[in-house]
T-cell receptor, first 111, second 114 residues
């Protein structure tokens, strides 16, 4: 099955700094790469995704980059704010009807 | 507003009890999932279903079963609850091809087995 590794497991930054979270995957057939954010007491929610026909996608302070050759994709958050504090998960579709998630990164943004 | 609703936010059950976790989605999604979330282990797939009455085992199905009698409802059953099943349980739904769109999650059920 798909193997998804996510690093780091925890990340502490000062408000205004940038944060980068990286995921590697094993199945070269994967073509869709989403990132989810889980706030305290809530279920994960999609924040950005990228398809394999592009190398980078941006949405305001959030961006995702993809390197299909190296089989990794990364989440970039610029100008971090305290409300960015959450657990972030990468995911990769496995087969047709399932998603395999990374183990998550706890991001703490200190004021 | 799209929604996946789990019947309970918090549950406390005794060892050996039969436990039902219910999930309902209103998006007419084909896929429904049950994940278990534990610190340091991320989201682990217990079971999923791609159609009514269809079910497939995920990575950790032991001790669990599921039921999908209607498209919008997916139930997780702990046949005889054990303390090692104390966890956060998350239900999700998506369109049939997970490579085509977002998975929507419920708010989670925190189950404690004593």
């Amino acid at each position: 099955g798909e193997n998804v590794e996510q690093h780091p497991s925890t990340l502490s930054v000062q408000e205004g700094d940038s944060a980068v979270i990286k995921c590697t995957y094993s199945d070269s057939a994967s073509n869709y790469f989403p990132w989810y954010k889980q706030e305290l007491g809530k279920g994960p929610q999609l924040i950005i995704d990228i398809r394999s026909n592009v190398g980078e996608k941006k949405d305001q302070r959030i961006a995702v980059t993809l390197n299909k050759t190296a089989k990794h994709f990364s989440l970039h958050i610029t100008e971090t704010q305290p409300e960015d504090s959450a657990v972030y998960f990468c995911a990769v579709p496995e087969g047709y009807s399932t998603l395999t998630f990374g183990k998550g990164t706890m991001l703490l943004v200190s004021p | 507003d799209v929604k996946v609703t789990q019947s309970s936010r918090y549950l406390v059950k005794r060892t050996g009890e039969k436990v039902f976790l219910e999930c309902v989605q209103d998006m007419d999604h084909e896929n429904m999932f049950w994940y278990r979330q534990d610190p340091g282990l991320g989201l682990r797939l217990i079971y999923f279903s791609y159609d009514v009455k269809m079910k497939e085992k995920g990575d950790i199905p032991e001790g669990y079963s599921v039921s999908r009698e209607k498209k919008e409802r997916f139930s997780l059953i702990l046949e005889s609850a054990s303390t090692n099943q104390t966890s956060m349980y998350l239900c999700a739904s998506s369109v049939i091809d997970t490579g085509e769109g977002e998975a929507f999650f419920g708010q989670g059920t925190r189950l404690t087995v004593v």
